[in-house]
Every structure is written in structure tokens, then in C-alpha cells.
């Protein structure tokens, strides 16, 4: 199912005031784009209930498969992601046994190791499994937050925590596998030229050429510095039913267009593929 | 007027595929936060013509007074920024006597400076100056494609171009005097602690206790590595009047956190403001 929409919220005032750079967002993005699937929309909002609350609301009103959040699990005042779904979603929070659970053996876990004073569990705490109705605790493997997934309609909402580590470890234990089904054989692939000589507005009309004859493949020059100093990354990628024809889509298409680059004088030499 | 609200769309299909960090939202955000104002919400979508329309008219609901577009007003037939809010906004495209002068006396300054071999207005470039009816260009400085303005109804719409040195150079130059204006003599003042000693959940009701004394600063605690190896770091911030309120409104919260955070056993160390 290679049509599978996949929305990311991303939660947390440090990314509107610009104190942290959203390198969740792009993690995600690539690791679902390598599973052979597609980020359709990014939104990032504040940690206010009102905000979190309508972003999910309108986001369902989009009906995309999966709504993947980040931030907002952890103990303090304004995590506050599982309420913002609760309302969006119009459902109860209630204490979920299991993931309380969970947080309790790390708690004891952490005071076994000598790690942390107290293994009590605080109002601060218990707080983290508070999970609105019908949700499921993931297991998180280096953090205590749990993961969240609720089915809502015919949405899965999957909710991550927005330390890094433990967004990537919940991920490619719990989701990955399960966006891998869904994906399938079907395999993204790119690589990028460099061009000097050039600049983006020439090139342009040979981009619309090529990939006129060549549907299936994407191009999308980036220009690094400034236009007249022609230095022109073109970006190829194409997903595709199988490793082998995305390749072989992929170096078709780059051929033709470093013919056509040449031809009118351009120069033409490979970038390393970035993936 | 501290109550102006502002939305960033960011357009480009490499930020949805992971390839590209978003770091023109930071910049923005980072830059509108310090100059008094608040960014509401960052919507990332693709180049896709109908999701720009989308994601334009949803926003447009919303009523913000600013929104600010980044990307896609190149000449390749993937920049569609103006197509969208020209759709978005029930405009034609047509060509702006300006917007092309302004592109014209670009190519022949490059090919008087022998940085480019034609000066000659194509048709890929001529498009950067198509612009919805009742746009104005506003000058780049350091690159080709305008960025350009539009007033619809009460709200502000701005496009930005998407290669981050234009964009800069766009926003110091023509957006941010605007947005200084609007935000007067207000002031952002942030600062940040570092702890050692103590857990997250552990701080969590020192930080509400000192929230609920001090309602206009904001305190945001960002756990750096595991919640068990305790470095944690406070994050205090507020928009004030003036700099000197501003200042002085953290420093007490900082202090009194501080000492909390001292009787219960942690180590408090000061971190240099990142802004």
C-alpha cells in the first residue's frame, strides 16, 4: 500500500521560539521515506491543550492513515500530548494499568542500579500513564515515558516522546516493523548530481523534459549558494515496487539528463547519496 | 501589539522525504521570538500545487495576521508557492511589472559581470515574476526570485524564498522593521540552568510551584540523555514590556527554582543563553 498518508505533529514550544531544531521531524521523515512510505504533512505547535487539541482535530478531518506525534509524554506540567488527544478524540484519561507498570519497574530499576533515590511512584509520575481510552502503552527501551497507540476510527494515532533517543528507539522497535508490512517490497531510492557551469534557470527546462519522458521519477534542483554562482544539486528519487527498477528508473533518468546538462555545456559529477 | 499571531509554511518535498533539515523555521522562529513576536504554528507540506492550496486556505481560517511562506518561488516547474496562494485566494497569476524589472536587472547585472552567458528573459524565469493579482514583489538582495507580499482581507500573507541566504536577507531587510513596529518596545529574554543530581519527574512539581508564583515566565525543562542520568536543563523564558522587566521577572523565578531545586539535593549551574 504504497498510498498509505502519513501526517507528523511535533509538539513543543522550544520549536516555535526556535531554541531547538526539529531534527525529530526529519529523522522521522527519512525513516519513513526509506520504508518505502510518505510524510504528507508536518505541524508543529505549542505544548497549550487547545492547540494540541485542534491540530489532531484537524488533522483527522484529513484522514490519513497514521498521525505519528512527538513531545509531550514526560512528567511535567506542560506534557501535555495524551490530554490534547483525549479531547481531540473526545475521550476519558484514565490510569492504564500496564503502562503503569512499566513505569514503575523502571522507576525500581533505576533505584536497584543506584540510579535515581526513590522508586515511588509520584502524582508527577503516575501522570506518564495516563492514557486517554482504548489506548496502548508501547514499550519504551531506554526511557521511562511509554509510547502511545490509539486506533481512532480507521486513523492509528502513534504518539512518541520527544527525547530523541527514546522517539528513535520506540520507532524502530514498535513502528518501523509495522510500517515495513504495510510498505511492503516497495523500496525508495535517490541520488544526486552536482552541476557547475549552469545556473537553476537553465536547467529548468531540460528538468521538465526529462521528467516529462521519465513519470515515475522525481527531480528537484537545489541550489547551493547563490544562482550565479552556478553550483546546482539535482536530487533523483523514486519509489518503486522493488529495489532493482527504482534503480534502474532512477539511472535512466540520470543519463538522459546529464546528456542534455553537457550538451549545453554544463558540467556534470556525482554526489554521494546522502541515505 | 504582543498578541499578533503568526504562521510559518514551509514548502518543499525534501523536507517531507527527510533529505533537508528545516532550519529556515528555526531561523524564522528564532528571529520573530527575539523580536517581540510568536510564532503559532509551522506547517511543512510538499510542492504538491493542491496541498499549497490546502494548507493556505486552512490557515487562512485560522486568521492569523502574518502568514510567512518559505520555498518554491523558483524558476523550476516544482515552485508553486505563488500558484497556491493565487488558488488559495481565488486570484489569477499574472505577470508584475515590477516583480520583472527587478528579475531583468538581475540576469543583466550577472551577465555584465560575466557570471552568466544569456541575460534574456526565458519563460522559466519569466514565471518568478508571476505573481497573484494585487501582490507586490519585495527586493532580494543576494539572489534572483523576488519575495512577495499580499494583503488578503486582515491578513498579511508573505513569501519567502526557500534558499536560506535569500530568505534571510529578505526578512532582515524588508520583514523584520514591519514585525518591530508591530512589537514595539517587547522584549524575549530567555535564559537556562543546568541540573545535575535530580530526575525530571523530581523537578516537575518545583517547577510548577514556581510557575504558579511566577505566571509571565516560562519554564520548559528539557532532559539532555536518559532521565536517569540527571542533567536536565531549565529552560526559563518570557516576553515583557521592556528589557529590564523582562530580565528581571526571570531572575527572580530563576533564583527561587534555584534554591528548590538546592534544598532538595541537586546541583545548579548556570548555561549561556543560546539566543
New interface residues.
Partial sequence: MTNTVIELICIG???????????N?????????TLGL??????????NIE?IAK?IQ?TIQRNPHFIITTGGL?????DKTLEGIAKATKRKLTTHNQALKMIEAKYHQ?AE?G??E?AEL????IKMAKLPEKAKPIFNP???APGVTIKHDDITVIALPG?P?ELKAIFDESVAPLLKEIAGEVT?F?TSLGITGM???????L??RV?HDNPYV?I????R??????HIEL?F?TTAENTGLAKKRVSKTLLQLSELIQEKGGKVKPIKA?F
Same sequence: chains 1, 2.
Fill in positions: 514550544n522550544e520549536l516555535l521560539i526556535g531554541k531547538t531544531l526539529n531534527t521531524a526529519q529523522w522521522l521523515a527519512k525513516r519513513i521515506t510518505k510524510v504528507h504533512r508536518i505541524t508543529i505547535i505549542s505544548d492547540e491540530a484537524e514526560g512528567p511535567t506540567f506542560d533505576y542500579e540510579r535515581m526513590r509520584t502524582p508527577h509520575r531506554v526511557g521511562t527525547i533517543s525508495f535517490e545556473g537553476e534557470s537553465a536547467i529548468a527546462p528538468i521538465d521528467m522525481y528537484k534542483s537545489h541550489p549558494g547563490e544562482e550565479t554562482i552556478p536530487h528519487s546522502k
